[in-house]
């Protein structure tokens, strides 16, 4: 059997996509600090941090291009014009969502309730360093 793609693959890589927007997602809202009794902190943890989710991401990622690749009758240049054309659309919109959200990053970490966990402290000090590497970009912040 010649499969030309590895679904089961492309199942887990959402469902590890989607872990990996939960931990922004619930990080962002508070509950990166939350305390479980026993050995429910440890898989708290390891939840909340995502590390696990995105090294999976990548290799998997690694797996399901090769597979592509020794599995389709295409030559390498058109395999990555496909890729090209699939993948930089959507990375531009959310790039243009991301440099746009930029300007909330300072409003959010002075106002939300939640200010004072660990996280924050570690996300005021990156949006430090990102708008002194920045120039201009963040000058009206």
Known sequence: MNRARADELDGLRAILALWVVAC????WCGFYEVAFPGHLQFFWSEFIGGAS???TFM???????SFLLNNRSQNYLEFMAGRFFRIYPVYFVCLLLGLASTYLVPAILQTASWRSTIYFEFERIHYACERAN????????
Do not use: E, N, P, Q
């Open 24 to 27: 922004h997602m619930l990080s």
């Open 59 to 65: 290799i998997l990622s690694g797996f399901a291009i």
């Open 134 to 141: 920045m120039g201009g970009i963040y000058s009206g912040i």
């Open 53 to 55: 989710a995105v090294d």
